[in-house]
């Protein structure tokens, strides 16, 4: 039995009868339970993934029709709602919270025989660049356990990384998808805002969320993203915009025009092998016959924070629902309605969440509010028009995913200000709601893997899985 990096392979060896599901999930199971140190898991559903295998191989048994998705074994992070479930955010004050449904992407993945093995670590609430600011413990990066995997959906990343499944879904808010994806060497999507309906995901920033889909290889994330994506009644933002047929369509078949942004290769956080594998891959584009030209970005300073303005600012409002009256952890120190508020909020949020409401509740004050929200509003929508404008000559953006490879456990976690520039590369996607991909780009000299991110224009995620694979193969 071997861990399986492709769903199509998979799919063919089943039908020939070379295993049977119950086979390939016990292998994974197995998988989970012998690399339980790196904290990967919250929850391990493994009574149910062993009958939905048992179910699915009787329907392939008497040769029902399949569904696209037939056989993946997959997780999903811990933001992700999913009925009759724990569901947690990674944080003490939903612990032993049920969820009373499922939501839109989880349920698609199930509609389409994909096997959810578990629930997967993450950030409190989505928060954080390396999976430490979880209330059950750090996640490990499967290639250095010393180090982090990024974050806030690491752990999703670790278990396509570390062969405990061949798929998971991340959350991307400023990177979250792509930052661990980089870090541990595989593929991360985050798709243009409002392709995947966000019914069933825990909020953080609503106007940023995107749920992601990380996988081994570049056919399995398209099929994924296919399955999941698309209008949703449940969900007034999601778009009707049409859903290709992704992973029928990944040949490239002609000669780009590719822009680099020019500040993010003079970037001085930028580590020196990084910087050296994304120029080495431009310069196989250029050898390719594309046209590769450096551009300048000059709001490159100002991404990082109109993106923690106005991200804190949803996340205040959001997170105010937490409150230790309708569910989730109350103080048993409460001893009247205004306490219950305060101790259940104090004792139930990390540090890292407090931190990021009482910003929010900041810039929201009557007193601030124009200064610094209302403005942050303004200088999106500047980043957003001129990063589109980008691709009225251009076909992508390529950049690198992250400044650094994956840091040492505890590097960060003093300096919030450190641990945020993290995203110094990614924001931008968010900011504008467009595409982005990360793909693994090499190592560096420590054995740590290295990301390259490809943006694209809105909804143009067919064209960039046909490039990403491209690059791919190269």
Not at 138 to 150: K, Y
Not at 212 to 227: H, T
Not at 244 to 270: F, H, R, S
Not at 378 to 406: G, L, Q, S
Request: aromatic share 10%; proline share 3%; hydrophobic share 40%.
């Amino acid at each position: 039995m071997e861990t399986y990096h492709s769903l199509f392979q998979l799919q063919q060896e089943l039908k020939q009868e070379k295993y049977f599901l119950k086979s390939v999930v016990e292998h994974y199971l197995k998988q989970v339970e012998q690399q339980k140190d790196l904290n990967v898991f919250l929850d391990v559903y493994e009574t149910e993934a062993l009958a939905k295998a048992d179910e699915l191989q009787k329907k392939l048994d008497e040769g029902k029709p399949l569904g696209k998705l037939f056989g993946l074994v997959v997780g999903i992070k811990d933001v992700l709602v999913h009925k009759n479930h724990e569901v947690r955010s990674a944080s003490k004050i939903l612990e032993g919270f049920e969820s009373q449904f499922t939501g839109t992407a989880v349920q698609r993945l199930i509609e389409e025989d994909a096997i959810i093995i578990g629930a997967q670590n993450c950030d409190e609430f989505a928060m954080g660049s390396s999976t430490e600011n979880s209330a059950y413990g750090p996640t490990l990066n499967a290639a250095d356990n010393s180090r982090v995997p990024g974050g806030s959906s690491g752990a999703s990343a670790v278990a396509v990384q570390a062969g405990l499944c061949m798929a998971s879904l991340g959350t991307d808010t400023g990177g979250s998808v792509r930052q661990p994806a980089a870090f541990c060497g595989v593929v991360g999507i985050k798709p243009t805002y409002s392709r995947v309906s966000r019914y069933g995901l825990i909020a953080f920033a609503s106007s940023f969320d995107c749920i992601g889909v990380f996988s081994n290889n570049i056919e399995d994330n398209a099929r994924i993203l296919e399955v999941i994506a698309g209008h949703d009644e449940f969900d007034s933002t999601v778009s009707r915009e049409k859903v290709p047929a992704y992973a029928d369509n990944l040949q490239l078949n002609k000669k780009l025009k590719i822009a680099y942004v020019k500040e993010t290769l003079e970037n001085e956080a930028l580590q020196a092998e990084i910087k050296e594998a994304t120029l080495s891959k431009l310069e196989w584009l250029k050898s390719e016959g594309h046209q590769v030209e450096e551009i300048t970005f000059p709001h490159l300073d100002y991404l990082l924070p109109t993106y923690y303005i106005l991200t804190t600012a949803e996340a205040s409002s959001n997170l105010s629902r937490f409150d230790g009256v309708r569910y989730g952890y109350r103080s048993p120190e409460a001893h009247n309605m205004e306490s219950m508020y305060k101790l259940s909020r104090t004792q139930g949020f990390g540090e890292e969440v407090k931190r990021r409401i009482m910003l929010g509740t900041f810039v929201l004050s009557a007193s601030y509010f124009d200064a610094y929200y209302t403005k942050a509003q303004k200088v999106r929508r500047i980043i957003r028009d001129e990063t589109r404008a980008i691709f009225e000559h251009y076909d992508f953006i390529i950049m690198p995913t992250t400044p650094t490879t994956a840091f040492p456990l505890g590097a960060n976690r003093d300096n919030p200000a450190e641990m945020y520039l993290e995203d110094i590369f990614t924001v931008q996607a968010n900011v504008s709601g467009i595409p982005a991909i990360s793909i693994p780009n090499g190592v560096d000299t420590q054995n740590m893997p290295i990301g390259l991110q490809v943006m694209a224009d809105i909804f143009k995620e067919s064209e960039l899985y046909a490039f990403a694979d491209y690059l791919m193969q190269s």
